[in-house]
């Protein structure tokens, strides 16, 4: 637990007005887990028990924020995505916004005290103070996201697929990857993006593991299909997101990964090892990252190729399928009222989306949902 010294001084308290001293009544400092050496120790209030009118006093993870500009007067204020591993909040932050926004980062941990309130039927946090805190004196696993699934079972997948390898030249260069446990260790922690699908730790393990699973029937079905080729780029397309990604209580992009991207990180990953493969024919070179340089399908997606042979135009389906239907699922979950039949508007599908919960079936407002393709492909544009 994170334990602030000298936070709840005399000095700290005589700053707090009686109005705001009453929010520490004996019920209140009853919901702290103890106090040691007279330091209070907050117990962690978590996103998704949080309802409006509730005073906020927590830890929290800043995911994104944005210094505006107020429409109707002069000045700014800053908004602010907070995180824990049960969801997100929107808090606001009205004065001193930009010396505010000067001092905080993304992936910053904060101690947040303020109100929760509903503004346009979204909950937004009024904030009242905020401090940095030290990651190291939290529960890590309080903040961070991770598979639900067995990664030990993921990893099976993975290996299975690896020993199923018939050609030599492919079977030596997914093994001169996936053998080396640092990297294995690492394409198993590292989430498969920083938001949309796959956005946890584990997240890219759990991708393509899926992926592999959905290959299987539609290789029953097309056995023009090369399941060698096809399975070497289920494994590798997405190898660069290693290096393209930093993960731990956040997600962000490394330096590399806004310079470059995945798909080019990637290709020089899997160039270096085909080129420590002796007699590794220059046809199947071509092919393999004819792959990875066009799994995203179309050049408006980020895609420096378009496939252009089956195996990789089944590689860009199959694995989009996987994450499209990924986002659609965390999309409908993360509705928290059971009673909510509809979630939010998505501005990543561009539409509003059936829960499948509650008796009756009422759309909202259908001309909130105009103003984007309906099939999908804004969210394809933005995880790809």
């Given at each position: 637990m994170y334990t602030r010294p000298f936070a709840y001084s005399p000095i700290r308290l005589f700053a707090y007005s009686p109005i705001r001293l009453f929010a520490y009544s004996p019920i209140r400092l009853f919901a702290y887990s103890h106090i040691l050496k007279g330091v209070l120790v907050p117990k962690k209030q978590f996103v998704s028990d949080?309802?409006?009118?509730?005073?906020v006093d927590s830890f929290f993870v800043l995911t994104e924020k944005k210094l505006l500009d107020y429409k109707s007067k002069p000045g700014q204020f800053l908004s602010l995505i907070l995180s824990d591993r049960t969801g997100s909040v929107e808090g606001k932050v009205w004065e001193r916004a930009a010396e505010m926004s000067a001092e905080l980062n993304e992936g910053d941990l904060l101690y947040i005290v303020g109100r929760l309130e509903t503004y346009r039927q979204s909950p937004q946090l009024k904030i009242e103070t905020l401090e940095t805190a030290d990651a190291s004196q939290v529960e890590l696993g309080d903040f961070t996201v991770a598979t639900n699934r067995d990664i030990g079972?993921?990893?099976?997948?993975?290996r299975q697929c690896l020993d199923g390898f018939?050609?030599?030249h492919l079977k030596n260069l997914t093994a001169s990857l996936f053998s080396d446990e640092g990297f294995f260790e690492q394409f198993s922690a590292a989430p498969a993006a920083k938001a949309l699908h796959h956005a946890y730790l584990g997240g890219l393990l759990e991708h393509i593991a899926e992926v592999i699973e959905l290959c299987e029937p539609m290789?029953?079905?097309?056995p023009q299909i090369d399941r060698d080729l096809l399975m070497t780029g289920v494994l590798l397309h997405?190898?660069?997101k290693i290096r393209e990604l930093s993960w731990g209580l956040h997600t962000e992009y490394t330096d590399e990964g806004r310079l470059l991207g995945h798909i080019s990180i990637g290709y020089e990953m899997i160039y270096e090892k085909i080129r420590q493969i002796n007699g590794f024919p220059e046809s199947l070179k071509n092919r393999v990252l004819h792959m990875i340089l066009s799994h995203h399908g179309v050049y408006e997606f980020g895609s420096p190729r378009r496939p252009k042979t089956i195996e990789a135009q089944a590689l860009h389906l199959v694995e989009n399928l996987d994450a499209q239907l990924k986002g659609f699922v965390q999309t409908i979950e993360g509705v928290r009222d059971p009673a909510q039949r509809w979630t939010d508007f998505n501005r990543r599908f561009d539409r509003y989306l059936y829960t499948g919960y509650g008796d009756e079936w009422e759309c909202p407002d259908e001309d909130e949902d105009e103003g984007g393709s309906e099939d999908g492909t804004l969210f394809e544009m933005q995880s790809r």
């Open positions: 949080l309802t409006t009118g509730d005073r079972e993921l990893k099976s997948i993975v018939t050609s030599p290789l029953r079905l097309y997405d190898i660069g």
